[in-house]
């Protein structure tokens, strides 16, 4: 049972405009959330996180959103670039877990 | 700079067959973690150890074995590889609990067939 969801599996969007990806969990003992990039042939790499004590976080063009009530997180991209074309997966734990808890991943295309 | 080097990149093994995944790391990590991504389902955690000597078993164990002689290495065992098994490997390593600091590092991936 998928306890971390990511529905969209692909999402296509101009160079320059807002990419928007988003994910919902289902486990509400989860309390620290993860983006990852990955591109192919390569491993995943961190990008962005957010504990459940706030509700967005910022770095650079990246920010996430968490919306607790709703179990749903998303990640605003602005402005995108080409080099942004990649899949990105959203985790999440809950606390002293060990486990990342992965969605199925959200392949973007950055148009030029 | 390596950081966590997974050997070999591609395999293509019979049923019933065994074989090893190796990963290595160079950062001194104490944690070390091997996952499998298959489509459809994300990335789900077989194994992991948080230092030398140590292992356990994560999400999905059943079919592995793990050994961590070494702090820098974490090995994936198949004693009788099933095509259930065919998927992509992931070694990743992390200064502390990867579910708290988000240090956790992936090396390249590991393609396995299993016919």
């Known amino acids: 049972d998928q306890q971390v969801k990511q529905n969209s599996p692909s999402l296509s969007v101009q160079e320059g405009r807002i990419s928007i990806l988003n994910c919902d969990y289902t486990n509400s003992m989860f309390d620290y959330f993860l983006w990852y990039k990955k591109y192919p042939a390569e491993g995943p790499t961190f990008l962005i996180s957010?504990?459940?004590?706030?509700d967005k976080n910022e770095d650079g063009r990246f920010t996430v959103f968490l919306n607790k009530s709703a179990k749903h997180l998303s990640l605003h991209i602005v402005p995108s670039q080409p080099g942004d074309s990649a899949v990105y997966f959203c985790a999440a734990s809950g606390f002293g877990a060990n486990n990342l808890f992965f969605g199925t991943g959200t392949r973007l295309t950055v148009i030029p | 700079n390596a950081g966590v080097t997974q050997t070999p990149k591609f395999r293509v093994l019979k049923t019933g067959q065994s074989m090893t995944l190796l990963c290595a790391q160079d950062?001194?990590?104490?944690?070390m973690y091997w996952y499998r991504q298959d489509p459809g389902m994300g990335l789900r955690l077989i194994h992991y150890s948080v230092g030398e000597g140590t292992t356990a078993k994560g999400e999905v164990p059943d079919g592995y074995n793990v050994s961590r002689l070494k702090k820098q290495n974490f090995l994936l065992g198949l004693e009788s590889a099933a095509p259930s098994q065919t998927s992509v490997y992931f070694c990743?390593?992390?200064?502390?609990?990867?579910?708290?600091?988000?240090?956790?590092?992936f090396g390249q991936g590991t393609r396995l067939t299993v016919v």
């Open positions: 950062m001194n990590h104490e944690y």
């Open positions: 957010i504990s459940s004590i706030k």
């Open positions: 990743a390593s992390s200064r502390r609990q990867v579910t708290r600091r988000p240090e956790a590092f």
